[in-house]
């Protein structure tokens, strides 16, 4: 009889212990967590019609149109406030950035505001290619610098060399386990403009990929991450406006899943 009821004590305290792990396991959040992610593509459009004809952003709203748990909408410099207001953004979870020739256009309220949302109300950010000369990232560089007790001396996200060659980048892996990189291997671009250091910015949190441009130095600036405040920031440089790159597979890939990071809570992890 003793034997029987410890057999049974035994097995309500299993019982007991798998639902408390049950009850944890559930509040475990994955790092996807949103169930709709708001995205807001930004672009100044000046990319070339024959090779973006609804523009970059309108090439991002066609690749995002088949995630569920994506809605994408497309704003543009020449929209009403720039495409860009307070209460937008209060409403977007990632805004994805494209500059090129007009950074000088965009106005200090913007950048403010975007400044603002990123590090204080956790929105992710993602300027892709020649956006490293976009005012709000230029400061985001500056003030992590700054933070860091190392300000920046010169122009802040000003590369070394710039070559528009048309030649290829084979885009490396650094971090294959990450989920920005998730379904992805190492890849080339078969044509891009190549951007050889330095490059004038503080160190990432992470670096995701690196690039080879072909016959050239390994160069390792393809993919940085950066923590700004409680938001999320993800340089992407591939991509100049008159290749057809973001129509690419593995670039469309990356992509998506750096929206769904940046809309995640999960904080960035320096590698170790």
Not at 105 to 127: Q, R, W
Not at 131 to 136: E, L
Not at 194 to 214: I, M, Q
Request: neutral net charge; contains cysteine; aromatic residues 10%.
């Amino acid at each position: 009889m003793n034997r029987l009821l410890c057999w049974v004590c035994t097995l309500a305290g299993f019982v007991a212990a798998f639902s408390v792990i049950s009850i944890i396991s559930s509040d475990i959040q994955p790092v996807y967590a949103k169930e709709k992610i708001q995205v807001l593509i930004w672009s100044e459009r000046t990319e070339p019609v024959e090779v973006y004809p609804k523009g970059i952003n309108g090439a991002f709203l066609d690749f995002l149109a088949g995630e569920k748990n994506i809605e994408a909408k497309a704003a543009n410099l020449g929209d009403t406030d720039q495409g860009i207001t307070d209460e937008s953004l209060k409403n977007t979870d990632v805004l994805v950035w494209f500059g090129h020739r007009k950074h000088a256009d965009v106005s200090e309220t913007t950048n403010a505001l975007i400044l603002k949302h990123v590090k204080e109300h956790g929105m992710g950010y993602l300027p892709i290619h020649s956006s490293h000369y976009a005012k709000a990232f230029q400061r985001i560089l500056q003030d992590i610098a700054a933070d860091r007790g190392k300000p920046l001396e010169g122009t802040p996200g000003k590369w070394g060399i710039v070559k528009n060659e048309g030649k290829p980048e084979s885009i490396h892996i650094l971090t294959p386990k990450h989920p920005i990189v998730k379904g992805v291997r190492d890849f080339t671009i078969v044509k891009t403009e190549s951007y050889t250091n330095p490059f004038n910015a503080p160190d990432p949190d992470l670096k995701v990929l690196e690039g080879r441009y072909e016959g050239g130095p390994q160069d390792g600036n393809d993919g940085l991450l950066y923590q700004y405040g409680k938001g999320k920031v993800f340089y992407f440089r591939p991509g100049h406006e008159t290749y057809p790159i973001y129509f690419q597979k593995e670039v469309q890939q990356i992509l998506k899943n750096a929206i769904r990071y940046l809309a995640s809570e999960a904080p960035v992890k320096p590698r170790s």
